[in-house]
């Protein structure tokens, strides 16, 4: 057993809802899925962050693409460091399928056209 859910969810050691299941990675459901068709992309590997491997960041970024190629719109957004807001310290890829006004906001993106001025 280790202290990384990822890593116990790709051993088989913990419950997941597998959607993919590629020789490097998987994709699974997230516990909290913030809309429906939302989804982790997430090495078999353990690396802490999309920094710590070029390499295996390249081969779960190639999967995500793959899954999300005949998708809609969507974000794929991954996190270095609790201050980017990553929770689980294993390198993981959120697909977020979105939709016109669907009420999910990014920090950096309110809607507006135009910057608020000081």
Same mark, same amino acid.
């Given at each position: 057993?280790?202290?990384?859910?990822?890593?116990?969810?790709?051993?088989?050691?913990?419950?997941?809802?597998?959607?993919?299941?590629?020789?490097?990675?998987?994709?699974?459901?997230?516990?909290?899925? $913030?809309?429906?068709? !939302? #989804?982790?992309?997430? %090495?078999?590997?353990?690396? =802490?962050?999309?920094?710590?491997?070029? @390499?295996?960041?390249?081969?779960?970024?190639?999967?995500?693409?793959?899954?999300?190629?005949?998708?809609?719109?969507?974000?794929?957004?991954?996190?270095?460091?609790?201050?980017?807001?990553?929770? $689980?310290?294993?390198? !993981? #890829?959120?697909?977020? %399928?979105?939709?016109?006004? =669907?009420?999910?906001?990014?920090?950096? @993106?309110?809607?507006?056209?135009?910057?608020?001025?000081?």
């Amino acid at each position: 057993m280790t202290d990384c859910p990822f890593c116990e969810i790709v051993a088989g050691r913990a419950p997941a809802t597998i959607i993919r299941d590629w020789p490097q990675a998987i994709a699974i459901v997230p516990l909290n899925p $913030v809309v429906e068709g !939302h #989804l982790l992309v997430i %090495p078999k590997r353990h690396v =802490d962050d999309f920094t710590t491997s070029a @390499y295996t960041s390249a081969v779960t970024m190639h999967y995500a693409a793959e899954l999300a190629r005949d998708s809609g719109p969507m974000n794929l957004i991954t996190s270095k460091g609790r201050p980017a807001t990553q929770s $689980v310290f294993h390198l !993981h #890829l959120h697909l977020v %399928p979105r939709a016109e006004n =669907d009420g999910l906001a990014l920090p950096w @993106y309110s809607g507006r056209t135009r910057r608020a001025q000081p």
